[in-house]
Structure formats: C-alpha cells, structure tokens
C-alpha cells in the first residue's frame, strides 16, 4: 500500500513518521506547498515528495489530508474523485454545508474508505470509560491551550473543543437525539452546557491558557470518574462509605481505584485502524456523518457566542 499525506506541517510530520513505522505501508509520498518543508520532511523520513496534489494522486492507494482546515473541502474532493481512500483531520471541513456536500461525494464511491482523524477517540482512557458503561449524570471536559501561532483559520470550538463535542456526543451521551445548548465566550474562550433532559455536560476551550489542560470528569450518584488525555490516566472514586464528623471537620472515606491503562499513542492506533479498515480487517470508528454533525454542533455554539 501506498500512503500520501497532503500537508506536512506539524500534524502532517506526525503522519509521515507514524505511516513509515506501519508494516503494511510500503511507501510514502507527500506534498505541501511550501516546497523547502516539503523536502525537509521527505529527507527527514526517506520518503518521496510529490510537486502537485495531482502527482500526488496518481501516485498512492489512500491519503491523509493535514493541511490548513480551509483546503479539507477542496482535498477531499479531489481524493474522493481520484478514488483514492482517504483520512482527513478533523475538522472535517470549513462548514456544515460542505460537509453535506463531502456526503453527497461518499454516496457515489461506497467502495472506498472515508474516515475522520477525530484523535481522542484512540485515546485509550475513552475505550476505559466506554467500557464503564455509567450512567453519567453530570460530564465536564476542559481543554485549555497556550495561545499558538499554528491555528489561525478557525475558532477554539472548531480547533479544540470539537474533540470532546465528538466524545461527548458520540461516545458519552450517543443516542441522546434530544438535547438543548447554550454557550458564552469568544472566538479564543467558549463555555458551552448542553443538556441532555435531566443529564449535563458542561466543556470548556481556551486558547490563552498559560496551562495545557486536557480533562473529563463523569458523576453519578454511585461514582466519580476523573481522565486526562495527556497522561492517559483514569480515576475511578466510589460513593463514601462512611460519613463522619470529628471535633467539627467533615470526613469521608473513599474507595480510589486507579485504572491500569496501557499507554499508547493515539495517532499510531488512528492510522493503523484506517489502514486495518481497507484492508476490511475492521470498520473505522469515526465516520463521516458523525464528523458532519460535530460541524453542526460547531455551528450551533459559534452562532450562540456571535
């Protein structure tokens, strides 16, 4: 199999690395505009560079689509077309509107695999909370980042908080078709509450933290569960026990079981599970409707914070 990446920038240098370390892919072609990093990469990683997205094309069996959001639509278009398999970053595309239309493309090549680069769901700590099944009466996930220069067109909801809007929609709370949102902030801070009828989930984003911050916390009336994405951890706190009061301070006893979690990174699980996919070992887990309606829900926030 033939891989290509489109854009190698700072995720884009991530693929190439992690597709020259996978068995099945063969080689690796890539391209980008700016010609010098092009071939700083391809020296770096012994691959090839391409001098055209259309070379490029010509070239591969799939592609992984990393440049700048604002090209997805048009990337997209041109690999679905070349029938080409093909992985693209999240998000997905620059508006709900040309996700549709990303649709409307995938309905006439059944045959390939289309797949959305969503990471946190290759984050092992949400197979361990998938797989606690709770019943969650309250979520809050906050995803705080330092201000950076590598982002510049598109809003913290589509650049950070659309990870947990992905979880909690798709994972967390999937099949809950009923739900109310109501966010405040700006293009660099959102607080967004979305209820789900009698349940809450409340996620922040900011883009002018001096902390990178990467969390979820889950409550029910029986347990707490605390994760952090960057150091793949989980904390499971189950209900007290024993309730007591000494010399006027309050006290409670917890049980406190740390997950055990085999740590792994996320990217290398993402590209080999789109690679296992056309080779029909297995379906990718983030489809391409699911992909459009987190733009949706995007959309929704964006208009509530304008």
């Not at 080689?27 to 055209?52: C, F, H, K, L, W």
């Not at 700048?68 to 508006?95: D, M, W, Y």
């Amino acid at each position: 199999m033939i891989f290509g990446v489109i854009g190698v920038g700072s995720m884009g240098k991530n693929h190439v690395r992690v597709l020259t370390e996978i068995k099945k892919v063969e080689d690796v072609v890539i391209y980008d505009t700016n010609r010098e990093q092009a071939e700083r990469i391809g020296g770096m990683y012994d691959v090839r560079v391409a001098g055209s997205v259309e070379e490029l094309l010509r070239e591969v069996d799939a592609v992984s689509i990393c440049s700048p959001t604002k090209f997805h639509f048009q990337h997209v278009r041109e690999s679905i077309e070349a029938g080409k398999h093909t992985l693209v970053e999240k998000p997905l595309a620059s508006s709900y509107d040309e996700g549709r239309k990303v649709l409307e493309f995938l309905s006439k090549r059944r045959d390939l695999v289309f797949g959305v680069g969503h990471i946190e769901r290759f984050n092992p700590i949400v197979s361990e909370l998938a797989g606690l099944e709770l019943d969650v009466a309250y979520l809050s996930a906050k995803r705080h980042n330092p201000a950076s220069s590598r982002i510049t067109d598109s809003t913290v909801v589509e650049d950070l908080m659309i990870h947990d809007i992905d979880l909690v929609f798709n994972v967390i709370f999937s099949g809950h078709s009923d739900y109310k949102i109501t966010a405040a902030g700006n293009r660099n801070v959102v607080q967004v509450l979305v209820k789900f009828g009698e349940k809450v989930a409340s996620l922040s984003a900011s883009r002018i933290s001096s902390k990178k911050i990467r969390t979820i916390y889950l409550e029910n009336e029986e347990m707490t569960v605390e994760g952090d994405f960057m150091t793949q951890e989980v904390y499971i706190y189950r209900k007290p026990s024993v309730y007591q009061s000494v010399n006027e301070k309050y006290l409670q006893e917890n049980v406190i079981e740390k997950v055990l979690i085999n740590k792994v990174e996320p990217l290398k699980v993402e590209l080999k599970a789109f690679v296992d996919a056309i080779d029909g070992k297995l379906e990718f887990p983030v489809t391409a409707e699911q992909a459009v309606n987190n733009l949706r829900i995007c959309e929704m926030i964006r208009r509530g914070i304008a």
